[in-house]
């Protein structure tokens, strides 16, 4: 079933698991991905940057993903992350994505609390779910966190408020995580998501989920995030198997034989996740 964030994440707090997001990097990992949430009969969320919704197209995509989600048993979202433009996230609403990112974190709480509402505006008249984050995911450097204090921790009280004022499905928070690291491990601040999972009723969104240990990401779920994005470790996957088949192939090899391996890497990974998570039999 295609379905949307809001009701993707609707039993996460409840039963305290979490509902992987992964970025899809290519319209080949597509098959991999639901494949993966199939053989754990778990919901997944498959989600594009900006970029990759323009590289393949954003009726492409959730064409795509509608037939293969309505086709299986078990529930999918199709997510726009980190869009900081409107007209980004009104071409995504109206080509039928099922929920949608805005991402204004950089800009002080009241203009985020603006934007974030005009999203929310267009987006649920349309029966589109809406994603927004609160403080600062740190930064890295070749996989690596740079330790240079640039995370700003998400604060409970602006959390409430920023909650109230916009009406949002979903809110992202900063905990300490970083996109990218995949050569360190995070290090979490579990007091501040507890600060803010105690006065919040919304699902709660781990950005940066490449890098943290799995032990990590068991408490977080315990600590009630419900959605885990992972997005580079499918990346180094997929080009890790990449650069293995295709180094020692024949010119007139068949690219899909190549690819296979890559594809299958991809799924590998977010079935393992998945496992972590918990979502394994979750409607
Ligand atoms: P990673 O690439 O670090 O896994 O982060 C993914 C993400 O948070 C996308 O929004």
Redesign the pocket.
Known sequence: MYVTLKEILKNTRKYKFAVG?F?IHCLEMVPAMIEAAKAKNSPIIL?V?PATCKYIGASLLSNLVKYLANKADINVTLHL??AKDFNTIKEAVDNGFSSV?IDASALPLEENIEKTKEVVEYASKRGVSVESELGT?GG?EEGVALNDGKIIYTHPQDAIKFIEATGIDAL?IAIG??????KSKAKLNFNVLKEIYDVTNIPLV???????SNEDLKKCILGGISKV???????VAWVTAAKENFGKAKVNDSCRDLLIPSNFAVQKVIEDKIDILGSSNRK
């Open positions: 997001a970025n989600q940057s992350d980190h990112m995911i890295t992202a995580t970083s996109h990218g690291q995949y781990l950005h940066g989920g490449t890098g943290v994005n992972v997005g580079t470790e499918l990346n």
